[in-house]
């Protein structure tokens, strides 16, 4: 099946960025339309941002318009998530999953497969 791995987080002043990254494996990554999610501890999994199969469709929240951008590299399998002018508030473990066909929306039961998760630590 398909494999996710995200790699990129880390420790960031507040007004910094990161770029994370999703590789995917076990299957070729342009037949899913990809999201990226977000968890902090005590809270619910939400939704940050989304991206079409052939990427030219892209969607994401209010609270991380205009400073993270969603991208995709099908020849390298790879989604990525450039986030930029950090606040504490993004602190959180980022997960991308994937679902089959076209993106539709950022709701969690909507995606099939699912990252580790790596860690966004926004703090100064």
């Known amino acids: 099946q398909l494999q996710l791995v995200e790699s990129g987080g880390g420790l960031v002043q507040p007004g910094g960025s990161l770029r994370l990254s999703c590789a995917a494996s076990?299957?070729?990554?342009?037949?899913?339309?990809i999201g990226w999610f977000r968890q902090a501890p005590g809270k619910e999994r939400e939704g940050v941002s989304g991206?079409?199969?052939?990427?030219?469709?892209?969607k994401d929240v209010d609270s991380v318009k205009g400073r993270f951008t969603i991208s995709r590299d099908n020849a390298k399998n790879t989604v990525y998530l450039h986030m930029n002018s950090l606040k504490p508030a993004d602190t959180a473990i980022y997960y991308c999953a994937a679902k089959w066909g076209v993106f539709s929306d950022l709701r969690r039961a909507s995606y099939d497969y699912w990252g580790q998760g790596t860690q966004v630590t926004v703090s100064s």
């Open positions: 991206i079409s199969r052939g990427g030219r469709s892209t």
């Open positions: 076990g299957l070729t990554l342009d037949s899913y339309a």
